[in-house]
């Protein structure tokens, strides 16, 4: 059984740095994509980054890219998210989701498998 489990949240200050986690169990085999999604109280949920398990080819949400970095422990099985020059607009429960194959969409719909999610705050 598939299932996500997400680490490393918490509070920073604008400008500061903050690795978060997601820890997958259940994968039989590398064929599956990784993707963090963001939301924020009254707002829609957003795609911020995605990597592929078995390719580690990634993509970027428009809002995130060149101050986040998605990457993979593939000894761990564990995804990381680096989120440098952090901004109060960045502050969101952030969630892993995953889902079988190679996946070329931040679209929440396309993803099969969610975490709990981990909160990260960003104070000004």
């Known amino acids: 059984q598939v299932q996500l489990v997400e680490s490393g949240g918490g509070s920073v200050q604008a400008g500061g740095s903050l690795t978060v986690a997601c820890k997958t169990y259940?994968?039989?085999?590398?064929?599956?994509?990784v993707a963090w999604f963001r939301q924020a109280p009254g707002k829609e949920r957003e795609g911020v980054a995605r990597?592929?398990?078995?390719?580690?080819?990634?993509a970027y949400g428009v809002s995130v890219k060149d101050r986040f970095t998605v990457s993979k422990d593939d000894t761990k099985e564990i995804i990381f998210l680096q989120m440098n020059s952090l901004k109060p607009e960045d502050s969101a429960m952030y969630y892993c989701a995953a889902a079988w194959g190679y996946l070329t969409t931040l679209d929440a719909s396309h993803w099969d498998y969610w975490g709990q999610g981990t909160q990260v705050t960003v104070s000004s």
């Open positions: 259940g994968f039989t085999h590398s064929g599956f994509s």
């Open positions: 990597i592929s398990r078995q390719f580690g080819a990634t």
